[in-house]
């Protein structure tokens, strides 16, 4: 096949990400997580994920390469997560593509890693339609965005205004005492819960606010309230209930806004990407919705849409696949990148 072989790197948080793609197929996704070294924290510490993606980058690289059993000289480019994420987890990456890339005289393609959160699902489904609507939905972001060209025009339409989605996850997780990272704890603990038990506000879903943007920081609040006066009187808490009440209202938000703007912007399908588009009740109340609407739902399986190498390969097979030109030996890593 002529389709571009392309190797990618991710190090934008506390997941060591090397993938391999041959066009829209998936060769190789090797993942090395810090996860575990920062649970004690209570979330992600940024010098222990930039110590850790030090010690994993290499081997990670070689059982990518051992995996997809392809031979690093055969690459038609190196890609590489320039940005947005912490700095110095970031720069690790980045200095990694350019070294491997400047020894095998391959070109290096910087991308962006919430476009590459998009492109992944091309992995699963094959080719995006453009434009594309995506809500991508992780710890580290909460964005709408309309994607003309995924390489290249990625248009911002909303995004939170305060804490990520996935955050709120992790930060009430915390309150309910099931640890970290937060989301996957309470997606477990929902499913025995009712998510009617209790109302919990909706963020900037008033006729007057921003209609694209969101909120989750008065949601976050108002669980932790309602979990300390019940044990103010001493009662029980309902760790289902809450669960299930906290996690309908972020997916009530989340679902309502994205097909929101898939209507207003004439856009028939919709894309979720990033940690939280893992969630059991987040697919299903988008799939419903979806229907209803007559908009067509693309999620990538829950490995795809954590952070990982794979995503980032495909975006810079598909930069070759369409001659976008490659970066230059000094792209920075961009702690604050734009799409
Ligand atoms: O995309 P990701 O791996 O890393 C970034 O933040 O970029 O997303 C991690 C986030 C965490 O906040 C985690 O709690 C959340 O995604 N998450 C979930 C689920 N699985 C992971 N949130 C809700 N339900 C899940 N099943
Ligand atoms: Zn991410």
């Not at 096949?1 to 998936?26: K, M, N, W």
């Not at 453009?130 to 991508?136: F, Q, R």
């Not at 038990?197 to 669980?223: C, E, M, N, W």
Request: charged share 20%.
């Amino acid at each position: 096949a002529d389709e571009p072989l392309v190797l990618g790197i991710e190090t934008s948080c506390d997941e060591t990400g090397v993938g391999i793609v041959r066009g829209h197929t998936l060769l190789a996704d090797a993942v090395a997580s810090s996860v575990d070294e920062h649970a004690r924290f209570g979330g992600v510490v940024p010098e222990v994920a930039s110590r850790a993606h030090l010690e994993a980058m290499v081997p990670t690289i070689q059982r990518a390469l051992k995996e997809a059993g392809v031979a690093a000289s055969d690459l038609d480019g190196i890609a590489v997560t320039a940005g947005p994420g912490l700095a110095g987890a970031l720069l690790v990456g980045v200095s990694a593509a350019k070294a491997y890339a400047y020894a095998l005289g391959k070109p290096l393609y910087g991308v962006n890693h919430l476009a590459s959160h998009i492109c992944v699902d091309q992995l699963e489904h094959g080719p995006l339609p453009e434009p594309t609507m995506a809500l991508l939905v992780s710890g580290g972001h909460s964005s709408l965005l309309l994607a003309p060209d995924i390489t290249g025009d990625v248009r911002p339409l909303g995004s939170t205004i305060d804490d990520a989605a996935g955050e709120a996850f992790d930060k009430v997780a915390r309150v309910l005492g099931l640890g970290f990272p937060g989301g996957p704890a309470i997606d477990r603990a929902a499913r025995e819960g009712d998510p009617a038990a209790i109302r919990f506000p909706r963020g900037l879903t008033g006729s007057r606010d921003p209609i694209y943007d969101f909120s989750f920081s008065g949601l976050k609040t108002a669980v932790a309230r309602w979990i300390e006066s019940k044990r103010r009187e001493g009662v029980e808490v309902p760790v289902a209930d809450v669960s299930a009440s906290f996690q309908e209202a972020v997916v009530d938000v989340l679902t309502r806004k994205a097909i929101r703007a898939c209507k207003d912007n004439g856009v028939d399908h919709l894309m979720i990407g990033g940690g939280v588009a893992a969630n059991t009740r987040l697919r299903s109340l988008a799939q419903e919705r979806c229907e209803d609407a007559g908009i067509l739902l693309r999620v990538p399986r829950p490995k795809l849409c954590t952070d990982n190498g794979a995503m980032v390969a495909a975006l810079g097979a598909e930069m070759v696949a369409r001659g976008r030109p490659s970066s230059t030996w000094d792209l920075p890593a961009d702690s604050s990148l734009q799409v």
